[in-house]
Nanobody, 124 residues
Framework: QVQLVESGGGLVQAGGSLRLSCTAS????????MGWFSQAPGKERDFVAA????????YYADSVKGRFTISRENVKNTVYLQMNSLKTEDTAVYYC?????????????????WGQGTQVTVSS
């Protein structure tokens, strides 16, 4: 089992940047594919980005391509989401997720571990 803890959210003006971090407990972090999802008020939790176990493969939602970058440091048990050129529509709670089968995926249902979320608010 793994526990995920996100950090790095906050309030930023449109056009600004934030870096989210997600640190996992346990010694098997490198076995997990990892992902980031966002959930705005009244909406479903949507896929943002995913990264393979080694970090060699990455997927992005079309809405964040060219603006967000996912990365990981397995020695630190941490996955990151660098968010640049933020827009007001990026405002949401951002969740880190882990897939224990190790396969990179965009599907929410394939992830079996979730963090508590961190709020990102982008003001105009």
């Amino acid at each position: 089992q793994v526990q995920l803890v996100e950090s790095g959210g906050g309030l930023v003006q449109a056009g600004g940047s934030l870096r989210l971090s997600c640190t996992a407990s346990g010694r098997t972090f490198s076995n997990y594919a990892m992902g980031w999802f966002s959930q705005a008020p009244g909406k479903e939790r949507d896929f943002v980005a995913a990264i393979s176990r080694s970090g060699g493969n990455k997927y992005y939602a079309d809405s964040v391509k060219g603006r967000f970058t996912i990365s990981r440091e397995n020695v630190k048990n941490t996955v990151y989401l660098q968010m640049n050129s933020l827009k007001t529509e990026d405002t949401a709670v951002y969740y880190c997720a882990g897939a224990s089968d190790g396969f990179i995926t965009k599907r929410r249902g394939d992830y079996d571990y979730w963090g508590q979320g961190t709020q990102v608010t982008v003001s105009s």
